[in-house]
């Protein structure tokens, strides 16, 4: 099969998922591609994905977010795509579920990250997690902000909650829950974000999933022409960010049952890492630790934290 890729006056063909953050994520790096590259047109490939398709049940329950990433990278590995665009957070660390993509596929490029907060969605005026009544009913399916919501209130009844972007609000200003948790990156990019029921979540109270808010754009190895073109939209702090963050991630073998949670951010030539993670199935205790170093010691200060996360105990 010919790599269209090689030649600007083919279209390179973007493998997405159909959900409108996918599509209005993939359709951002599309436009910034062909604003860097003059001449190249991408083309939005729609793969419907197993993680799309499964809404009756929580997804650490059916197999991890690599369930949103699983038939894109079997459509890169068939050469019916050029490149996919994941949220990085649903790329698996560990127990990949495509393994011929360990080998054959690469992360080329990570653009600039959008923020990494969390958000409290809330219609009832509250603007802090501590201002919530008693026993609020908080919908999410994320054990990382599960355990970190239930540290900061053991009151909060934590549940389930599974659908798009537009389908969780609905279900929140419905009454179905007294707020939710979603992440800022996604309500900004699908233009969502509404400051007058949504408030970020700083990192004293919920630390970001590892890749939170940064996007991978994902190709075959030996596809060299489709490196070149994706390469111009990589961020080298992001992409140093997240591999740190993820490191952590891989140090305590972490999978999607684990609540990890880890962030990592650049000034002056120094990298501070933030991390935290709880118990198995999204409880109490939970520690959390930091550190600051060198830039280029930053894959070794997060297998460090990783360790000292692992055995030390967390305060109840």
Do not use: Y
């Not at 953050?21 to 190249?40: C, F, K, N, T």
């Not at 400051?195 to 994902?218: E, S």
């Not at 992409?239 to 305590?252: G, I, K, Q, S, T």
Request: overall charge positive; proline content about 5%; glycine content about 8%.
């Amino acid at each position: 099969m010919s790599n269209p890729s090689s030649d600007l006056n083919a279209p390179l063909r973007l493998g997405t998922r159909g959900s409108l953050l996918a599509r209005m994520q993939s359709q951002h790096v599309a436009d910034e591609l062909e604003r860097v590259h003059s001449g190249l047109c991408v083309e939005l490939v729609i793969i419907h994905t197993s993680g799309d398709r499964i809404s009756d049940k929580p997804l650490h329950e059916a197999g991890g977010k690599g369930l949103f990433t699983r038939e894109l990278e079997l459509a890169l590995l068939r050469g019916e795509v050029d490149f996919a665009v994941h949220s990085f957070k649903d790329v698996p660390v560990t127990m990949p579920l495509v393994e011929q993509a360990k080998t054959e596929l690469v992360t080329e490029a990570v653009p600039v990250r959008e923020e990494p907060w969390d958000v409290l969605v809330c219609h009832k005026g509250v603007r802090d997690i501590r201002e919530l009544p008693a026993g609020a009913r908080i919908g999410t399916s994320s054990l990382r902000r599960r355990c970190q919501l239930l540290h900061l209130r053991s009151d909060l009844r934590i549940e389930p909650i599974r659908g798009n972007i537009d389908t969780r609000l609905k279900k929140q200003r419905d009454g179905e829950f007294d707020a939710i948790v979603l992440a800022l990156a996604g309500l900004k990019r699908t233009g969502l974000f509404d400051a007058a029921v949504m408030v970020p979540i700083g990192p004293d109270q919920m630390l970001p999933a590892a890749g939170q808010g940064a996007l991978a754009l994902q190709c075959r190895k030996a596809d060299a022409p489709t490196r070149k073109l994706l390469a111009r939209l990589n961020d080298a702090d992001t992409f140093d960010c997240v591999a740190v963050e993820r490191e952590v991630v891989r140090a305590l073998n972490g999978s999607c049952t684990s609540p990890i949670a880890a962030l990592a951010t650049v000034r002056d030539g120094s990298i501070t890492l933030d991390a935290a993670v709880g118990t198995a199935g999204g409880g109490l205790p939970v520690a959390r630790t930091s550190a600051t170093v060198a830039r280029g010691q930053g894959l070794a200060a997060a297998r460090k934290l990783a360790l000292k996360l692992a055995q030390t105990p967390a305060p109840g």
